[in-house]
């Protein structure tokens, strides 16, 4: 009977969780705690709130750990936080995660598809999606097993699009919400999933009490492909408030724009590793009165690098008085180097990268300098000496970047922004945004920025930094939680 349960009060499913796991030639297991909105938002209801994370086994390290310690991990390796790591098999995991996760529900709702070529929904995606399918179901049973009675469950992302639906029938004296980290595609696009598909994954959502997205923008695209794929009822009240009807139920909309931590930021960024990568950016910089543009993301597709590498070499062709007066600093992090369109594109950054320093480049000036190995402490310090900072998706939920660094950007910074970008409707009044496919348009937009007066500059940087910071990650958590047990 649920009455005689025990168990947790509160509970997180995601992907990924709090801790990972590498596993040594001689079989020891060295554990590694990672950060977010998630550490920081449970952190911040306490210890005593009765709170355990659900997260799946990522790599055989992860899956060793969870092996040995029968699922409930070992409170030393994760700061006392209560979390079960669910030890999928190897090919369900790599099926759900590459196979649908990122291979088709990150395309679709990033709008990636190179259509007159994909997808092509055949056998073999019908084998990867039943994998996604054990994959939600194993988090919806763990999550069913933790949960006390009336428990409340957040269930994180796109990965885990099913689990509201699957927990609603194991459990359904529980409050359970979902919250979408990405954009969400606008239905005509969402409809080039298989018929049967698109139903499942919104149904799914439909699960639960509430549906959360990163911006009203995307809570709305969520609310049109229900009407368009179930036949929904889409109701609003006079606060503007969104509620999804559909089969006697109904599911509320809600809006949560995660901020930047601007005391960790601070804080994290004047420490002497930082300062130490700071010196070596300003030698290879070489001159103290070159301006810098600054991007740093992983080599994701929807980051849109290449076309902002383009925007630079324009710049550099249409306005021959920034040569060697400005250096672009790009941190472009290899992503996803399992799946080869990711591969194929890390190496079109370097290329074009490598081609403007050999058409521009001068014995002392490098044009452009691109670090592609991971460094949140360098990245720190480009953050400190941005002047102009480059966020152009082609689609993105949010973006934390185009938030983080004007809140440590030591002179302000002057921010180009995708229009695309979740971001922009919170900092396009006081940024110079951009449509990601125009190259020519992003250079004159770099100009416009490099050209920017100091006053002005400090003034957006002011205003920018206190909407990046609006909503912390702890606040992002617990606003969530308390929408969610109302």
């Not at 210890?47 to 055989?60: Q, T």
């Not at 809570?219 to 009822?233: M, R, S, T």
């Not at 109701?235 to 006697?248: A, F, K, P, Q």
Request: net charge negative; with cysteine; charged share 25%.
């Amino acid at each position: 009977m649920v009455s005689e349960r025990s168990g947790a009060k509160v509970l997180v499913a995601s992907n990924r969780g709090p801790v990972s796991y590498t596993k040594g030639d001689d079989g020891a297991l060295t554990a590694k705690r990672g950060g977010g909105g998630l550490v920081s938002g449970l952190s911040a209801i306490g210890p005593d709130a009765g709170a355990v994370w659900v997260c799946a086994a990522l790599g055989d390290g992860d899956r060793a750990a969870a092996r040995r310690s029968g699922g409930h991990l070992d409170p030393a390796d994760t700061g006392g936080q209560p979390v079960r790591m669910l030890d999928i098999p190897a090919d369900v995991f790599t099926d759900a995660y590459n196979g649908i996760a990122n291979s088709v529900l990150w395309f679709v709702h990033h709008m990636l598809y190179q259509t007159p070529l994909e997808p092509s929904f055949d056998d073999a995606f019908r084998a990867r999606w039943a994998s996604y399918e054990a994959y939600n179901a194993a988090f919806a049973d763990a999550l069913a097993d933790e949960a006390a009675p009336g428990a409340v469950v957040l269930v994180q992302d796109y990965h885990l699009t099913l689990v509201p639906g699957l927990l609603r029938a194991r459990r359904p004296d529980l409050r359970i919400g979902h919250f979408s980290h990405t954009p969400w595609a606008p239905a005509d696009y969402f409809r080039m999933l298989p018929d049967d598909v698109a139903e499942a994954v919104l149904l799914g959502m439909l699960g639960g009490d509430r549906a959360a997205f990163l911006t009203r923008r995307w809570a709305e695209a969520f609310a049109e492909c229900c009407v368009a794929v179930l036949g929904a009822e889409v109701t609003r009240d006079g606060d503007g408030g969104l509620s999804i009807v559909h089969e006697g139920r109904t599911t509320r909309l809600g809006v949560h724009g995660l901020g930047a931590d601007a005391e960790f930021l601070r804080e994290r960024a004047h420490r002497p590793d930082v300062d130490e990568r700071l010196a070596a950016l300003r030698e290879q910089i070489g001159g103290p009165d070159r301006k810098t543009i600054v991007r740093v993301d992983r080599t994701e597709l929807s980051k849109n690098i290449v076309r902002g590498l383009r925007a630079y070499r324009a710049l550099l062709a249409g306005h021959p008085e920034w040569r060697e007066r400005v250096v672009h600093v790009a941190f472009a992090y290899p992503s996803r180097q399992d799946l080869e369109v990711y591969r194929a594109y890390t190496d079109e950054v370097g290329r074009l990268a490598e081609e403007i320093n050999e058409e521009y480049g001068t014995p002392g000036w490098q044009p452009v300098v691109l670090h592609v190995k991971d460094d949140f402490a360098r990245s720190l310090a480009a953050y400190r000496i941005a002047d102009v900072a480059l966020v152009n998706p082609i689609r993105d939920g949010m973006n934390l970047v185009a938030k983080e660094i004007p809140v440590i950007s030591e002179a302000g910074c002057a921010l180009v922004l995708s229009r695309e970008a979740g971001a922009y409707a919170e900092l396009g009044e006081d940024a110079v945004c951009v449509n990601p496919y125009d190259v020519s348009a992003t250079a004159r937009a770099l100009h416009e920025a490099l050209s920017m007066e100091d006053g002005e500059r400090a003034e957006r940087t002011k205003r920018l930094a206190a909407a990046a910071t609006a909503l912390p990650p702890d606040r992002w958590f617990l606003q969530q939680l308390r929408a969610l047990e109302q």
